[in-house]
């Protein structure tokens, strides 16, 4: 009689137990489910990798919330909130303020959301590991055209650009060329429109350069050094390498609603020291400035 009624004791705890870890799952199921809308991003497509991943795992935690991302170049982010037609205006600059070639975005708030390192890249074929600011600019400018010029082998330099408006443009002239202008044409000139256009065509374009965010880097081409100084994450972070940028987040005003709750999962801990950083990005907090 006594062991039946501890078995009956026993079995109301674990039904108990059963039920009420059922309705905190439900409760925290529930909680993360609370969230709906829908976020319209534009923008950046060196930030473009690190807003898909984020918006695949934020999904998950609220799938109520549908989210959209799209890239045509960092000015085109704000452009996009202003005219109303996106939540979130993916950049490669602080577009609240103005910046060489573009005015500020009135009335626009930059959230920032990641270190964004670039690199001048090239081919695989080419024998060059090394440029300095001056042959960079010597280089880009159409000054320099073959490549024996800056050591290399006895062949003509392809210099791909990315269309005016990019963020990846505009970090690499400002800090890579020393703000020195980019030739504009010429037989060995292409130019493209996007971050993934030129991993494109630098990997099938044999004796080409160009420049893109480390995401972006392949074994079929080479992220060269800049005054000897390589393009690493622990180089941005101690200060000796100069060509990187924050990525930003614009919005119009400060976010509310599901487009707060994206931008700071973003920002949050967990995503920026965990996907984030396997993306080839830097973390906001390592920076001191």
Same mark, same amino acid.
């Given at each position: 009689?006594?062991?039946? /009624?501890?078995?009956?004791?026993? /079995?109301?705890?674990?039904? $108990?137990?059963?039920? /009420? %870890?059922?309705?905190?799952?439900?409760?925290?199921?529930?909680?993360? &489910?609370?969230?709906?809308?829908?976020?319209?991003?534009? %923008?950046?497509?060196?930030?473009?990798?690190?807003?898909?991943?984020?918006?695949?795992?934020?999904?998950? #935690?609220?799938?109520?919330?549908?989210?959209?991302?799209? +890239?045509?170049?960092?000015?085109?982010?704000?452009?996009?909130?202003?005219k109303g037609i996106a939540d979130i205006g993916a950049c490669d600059w602080d577009a609240s303020l103005d910046v060489p070639g573009f005015?500020? /975005?009135?009335?626009?708030?930059?959230?920032?959301?990641?270190?964004?390192?670039?690199?001048?890249?090239?081919? &695989?074929?080419?024998?060059?590991?090394?440029?300095?600011?001056?042959? $960079?600019?010597?280089?880009?400018?159409g000054k320099v055209k073959n490549w024996k010029e800056v050591g290399g082998s006895d062949a003509e330099i392809v210099v791909v650009n990315?269309?005016?408006? &990019?963020?990846?443009?505009?970090?690499?002239?400002?800090?890579?060329?020393?703000?020195?202008?980019?030739?504009?044409?010429?037989?060995? *000139?292409?130019?493209?429109?996007?971050?993934?256009?030129?991993?494109? +065509?630098?990997?099938?374009?044999?004796?080409?350069?160009?420049?893109?965010? $480390?995401?972006?880097?392949?074994?079929?081409?080479?992220?060269?050094?800049?005054?000897?100084?390589?393009?690493?994450?622990?180089?941005?972070?101690?200060?000796? *390498?100069?060509?990187?940028?924050?990525?930003?987040?614009?919005?119009?005003?400060?976010?509310?609603?599901?487009?707060?709750?994206?931008?700071?999962?973003?920002?949050?801990? +967990?995503?920026?020291?965990?996907?984030?950083?396997? #993306?080839?990005?830097?973390?906001?907090? +390592?920076?001191?400035?």
């Open positions: 009689m006594k062991s039946k /009624f501890f078995k009956n004791i026993a /079995f109301t705890a674990i039904a $108990l137990t059963v039920a /009420f %870890g059922s309705i905190s799952m439900a409760n925290i199921a529930d909680a993360a &489910s609370k969230l709906s809308g829908k976020i319209v991003i534009n %923008g950046s497509s060196a930030l473009l990798p690190l807003t898909l991943q984020a918006a695949n795992e934020f999904k998950k #935690l609220n799938p109520k919330v549908k989210i959209s991302a799209s +890239a045509a170049g960092s000015v085109t982010g704000p452009q996009a909130v202003r005015k500020k /975005f009135d009335g626009q708030v930059a959230n920032k959301v990641a270190v964004i390192p670039f690199a001048a890249v090239t081919n &695989s074929n080419v024998k060059v590991a090394n440029l300095s600011t001056k042959q $960079l600019q010597d280089i880009f400018s990315r269309a005016f408006g &990019s963020g990846t443009r505009v970090n690499f002239q400002m800090k890579a060329l020393d703000g020195a202008d980019f030739m504009t044409k010429g037989d060995n *000139y292409k130019e493209v429109k996007s971050s993934g256009d030129m991993k494109t +065509a630098i990997e099938t374009t044999p004796n080409s350069i160009g420049y893109m965010d $480390l995401v972006y880097v392949t074994s079929k081409m080479t992220a060269l050094k800049i005054n000897d100084i390589a393009p690493t994450e622990a180089n941005v972070i101690n200060g000796k *390498y100069k060509v990187w940028s924050y990525g930003y987040y614009m919005t119009k005003g400060q976010p509310t609603g599901a487009t707060k709750a994206f931008i700071e999962y973003v920002q949050s801990k +967990a995503f920026q020291n965990g996907s984030l950083k396997k #993306l080839k990005f830097i973390p906001i907090s +390592a920076m001191k400035n």
